[in-house]
């Protein structure tokens, strides 16, 4: 398990955020929202609670991206760093890449398996969802 706080930011260092609470879950996205939204084959989250979410320094910047879904970037130098949507209140979700130490939290299942880009093979056991999240509550 990482050590808290959590923290992370985008690629020019203006935009900063903390999650001072222990992740929800962790998890690869093959959708192709997510891999347009970020120009890459796949992406990966970690769920934190909104609450204990903080930015520091820098503006984030919104984009509603689908209804109900708005995905948060740096407005300075564009990195793309989160995911909320009315599927899931009360969470930021954050690209996994965008933390100080990703290595720290492991992704523990696959979701929009169905929409992967079907070249790329990730060797792991971990469980495959077809379309929705690999979450206990079904969501």
Do not use: N
């Not at 891999?35 to 520091?56: D, H, K, N, W």
């Not at 910047?61 to 989160?82: M, N």
């Not at 933390?99 to 495959?128: K, N």
């Amino acid at each position: 398990m990482a050590a808290l706080p959590l923290e992370g930011g985008c690629l020019c260092g203006a935009l900063r955020y903390r999650i001072g609470a222990a992740p929800l879950w962790t998890g690869y996205c093959h959708c192709t929202s997510c891999r347009r939204s970020t120009g890459a084959p796949v992406t990966m989250f970690v769920g934190a609670a909104t609450e204990s979410v903080a930015f520091t320094g820098g503006e984030r910047a919104v984009f509603a991206s689908s209804p109900g879904v708005e995905r948060g970037f740096c407005a300075a130098c564009g990195t793309p760093l989160t995911y909320e949507s009315d599927r899931f209140p009360g969470e930021t979700h954050f690209y996994i890449s965008t933390l100080d130490d990703p290595q720290s939290l492991p992704p523990a299942f696959h979701v929009f398996y169905e929409e992967r880009i079907r070249w790329l093979e990730i060797a792991d056991d971990l469980p495959r969802h077809a379309t929705v999240t690999g979450r206990a509550d079904g969501e």
